[in-house]
């Protein structure tokens, strides 16, 4: 199984959560079959936990999982917590290729989304 997770940060504030959830979904309706699913999981806060999110995934059959940061800048998430969780994963895992990605806020079509929506 084929998986990608959009890992975000969690938030005391139920329709944030709520968002990153609804956000998977769509992505999972619009990918089509290159993954088999997509989920949402959170650093902290909320629920489901990234390393939590991989262990269930991992159980139920997962070989390959892509983890999506989605956040914006490079804090101690994207810097330390985030690697150090697919690494960990990588080790209590060694039969899973764990990818992880560049962070939103790296990718180079982040401006001209952000052009689009201002001068909409």
């Not at 079959?33 to 059959?61: M, S």
């Not at 989605?70 to 899973?96: C, Y």
Request: charged fraction near 25%; glycine fraction near 4%.
């Amino acid at each position: 199984m084929n998986v990608l997770i959009i890992a975000a940060h969690g938030s005391r504030k139920e329709p944030s959560n709520i968002e990153v959830k609804k956000l998977a979904e769509r992505i999972n309706q619009k990918i089509g079959d290159r993954f088999d699913k997509v989920t949402h999981a959170f650093l902290q806060i909320a629920d489901p936990l990234l390393e939590t999110t991989i262990n269930k995934l991992v159980e139920t059959g997962a070989r390959r999982v892509v983890v999506f940061p989605f956040f914006t800048g490079s804090g101690s998430h994207i810097i330390e917590d985030i690697p150090h969780l697919v690494e960990n994963a990588r080790k209590n895992h060694p039969r899973v290729e764990f990818i992880l990605t560049r962070h939103l806020g790296r990718l180079e079509a982040i401006e001209q989304v952000i052009i689009d929506e201002v001068l909409s």
